[in-house]
Every structure is written in structure tokens, then in C-alpha cells.
């Protein structure tokens, strides 16, 4: 497997400063939803700033059907180590608005920009989560100009799944499952047999359902041809990956990096599936800091 190393002195470094109270470096972190007015609809973000400047902002975007609380480990730790980020609840879950008819991975993409044009970003990052990822690469190739670098969680789309069909699905649209099934599909689909028993019923108790926006993203999804969107542009990417996640195998990143070469760099997560941010927030964070200060919008 091809593999990014990361040095220990750099993990030890970047630890610090993930763990170590507020300084004029830290972050201020925002619990509240924040309304984006994009015209078209509203986006509701959770927005979390360093405290020092200057900084460089990610937009964040969560995976099928899902909301930012995803990225509830993660965006702090980024934060701390001195980046924005603005992670997006997309159109119709948690009161963002938009129209959810015959969309495209484009329309999405598009409401990204609307968001950076709001926030007066004339450069930014993305950070996509599993279907967010495929909007994210939508983003990067019809608007090279504004996007620095594209960071993506669980990188699926062209290895089939090796999960049951049907049973993501289930775990995500049928809010009518008592606890225990919900924990057994979210093990099944989307964790590590090594991800403990705690954080896997944590997750599925906080589980939230939002079917229609999820619907949607399904068929834009689906509307969209992959031939289009799998180089996402020609920027710089990063892919982490969870080695156990079976429903984004990781041979979908060996075959991105076997293809794009020099513009990937891959970092392979042991014990963790396709929430590796969940399971493994140290190790994704720092995957995708030390890969940013590489890929400063500055330099």
C-alpha cells in the first residue's frame, strides 16, 4: 500500500498544539449555527476561528444526508492549529433552505462559492467527507481559481462497496430503529471492528435524519458522471483513508494516487473505517494540517 509517513517529531509537535489551552494561537470555538444568505437559499454553518491572524479558511462539508456535526473532533483541532473552518450543513438539513429538485453535483458545488463569495474568500480549502468529497472535487474542477487545495475523508466512487447493499441506507433513512440496530448497521457499514463499542452507540444515539436533503444529494450524485468529477481538477489532494472502511474501500485512493501521482498524497488510517475523523481525530487532523502547511494559498 502506498502510504504517507509522518515523522513522529512532527505528530508530537502538531499534538501540542492541538492540546494545549487557549493562546493567542487558539481557536474561538462557535457553538451556535451561523445563516449564510447565498440568495438562493440559506446555508446554516458551524464556524470555529483562530484567535490569531492572519489565517486560511476551509469549507467543510459533511457526507450523504449528513450535518456538521461530523466534524464536532476534528474542526477544533484545526482550528487550534490555525486554520478557519466553515463546515456547511447543506440544502434542507438543519434549517438550510434551497431547492432539493433535479440537482447536480454542480449545484452543490456552486453554493460552496456562494458561501466563499459571502465570506469574502477569494481563495480557500476544501474539505470533503465521503459524499462531500465528490462535491468537493465538482468544486475544484469548475472553479480552479478559488479552490488552494482539496482534502478528502473516505474517497469513494469507484471501487464498489463492500458493505451489504442496502444497510447504509437503512442506518441513515429509517429513523424508526431502536438503539441496538442502529449501533449493529453503523457497525457493519461505517466503523473499525477496532473502533470501540462506546463511540460506535455514542454516534448512532445522535444519529440525525434528514431524507429528503439525502434523496437529493443521491440523485445529484447519480446525475453527475463520475468521469467528470474522480480527478477533482488539478490541484493539490489530500486522501486519508481508514484501512477498514467498507463502504469507500481504500483501494479507491491506491487507484487515485496510482493515476494522479505527484498532485496525491495518501495517508492510510489503521483501525479506522469511513468515520476515521471520529475514530481517529488525532491522526486525521494532523493528516491534513502538515498537507495545508505544504499547500499554503500564500506560497
Not at 28 to 41: E, K, V
Not at 149 to 158: E, F, N, P, R
Amino acid at each position: 500500500l502506498v502510504q504517507a509517513s509522518l515523522s513522529k517529531s512532527l505528530a508530537v509537535a502538531l499534538m501540542i498544539i492541538l492540546i494545549s489551552p487557549l493562546t493567542a494561537g487558539s481557536a474561538q470555538a462557535q457553538q451556535d449555527l451561523t445563516p449564510l444568505d447565498i440568495g438562493h437559499g440559506t446555508l446554516m454553518a458551524n464556524i470555529w476561528t483562530p484567535q490569531s491572524q492572519p489565517y486560511e479558511t476551509i469549507i467543510a462539508l459533511p457526507g450523504s444526508g449528513g450535518d456538521v456535526t461530523r466534524f464536532r473532533l476534528i474542526a477544533p483541532m484545526l482550528a487550534e492549529a490555525g486554520f478557519q473552518v466553515v463546515a456547511l450543513n447543506q440544502r434542507g438539513i438543519m434549517g438550510s433552505t434551497g431547492s432539493l429538485d433535479q440537482l447536480t453535483l454542480y449545484d452543490f458545488a456552486a453554493d460552496v462559492i456562494a458561501v466563499a463569495n459571502v465570506l469574502k474568500l477569494d481563495k480557500f480549502h476544501m474539505l470533503g467527507w465521503a459524499l462531500g468529497n465528490r462535491i468537493s472535487r465538482a468544486a475544484a474542477l469548475k472553479y480552479p481559481d478559488r479552490i488552494a487545495t482539496v482534502s478528502l475523508l473516505a474517497a469513494g466512487g469507484l471501487v464498489k462497496p463492500l458493505t451489504i447493499s442496502g444497510e447504509l441506507g437503512q442506518l441513515l433513512e429509517n429513523n424508526t430503529l431502536e438503539l441496538d440496530e442502529k449501533v449493529t448497521l453503523a457497525r457493519r457499514t461505517l466503523f473499525s471492528h477496532a473502533s470501540p463499542e462506546e463511540l460506535i452507540r455514542d454516534y448512532a444515539a445522535s444519529l440525525n435524519y434528514w431524507p429528503q436533503a439525502r434523496q437529493a444529494q443521491i440523485h445529484a450524485n447519480r446525475a453527475t458522471p463520475l468521469k467528470q468529477w474522480w480527478a477533482g481538477g488539478t490541484g493539490p489532494m489530500l486522501i486519508v483513508q481508514g484501512l477498514d472502511d467498507k463502504t469507500a474501500p481504500p483501494e479507491n485512493g491506491e487507484l487515485m494516487k496510482k493515476e494522479f501521482a505527484q498532485r496525491i498524497t495518501l495517508v492510510n488510517l489503521a483501525d479506522a473505517g469511513h468515520l476515521m475523523g471520529l475514530e481517529k481525530p488525532d491522526e486525521t487532523a494532523l493528516a491534513i494540517t502538515t498537507f495545508l502547511r505544504q499547500h499554503s494559498i500564500g506560497k
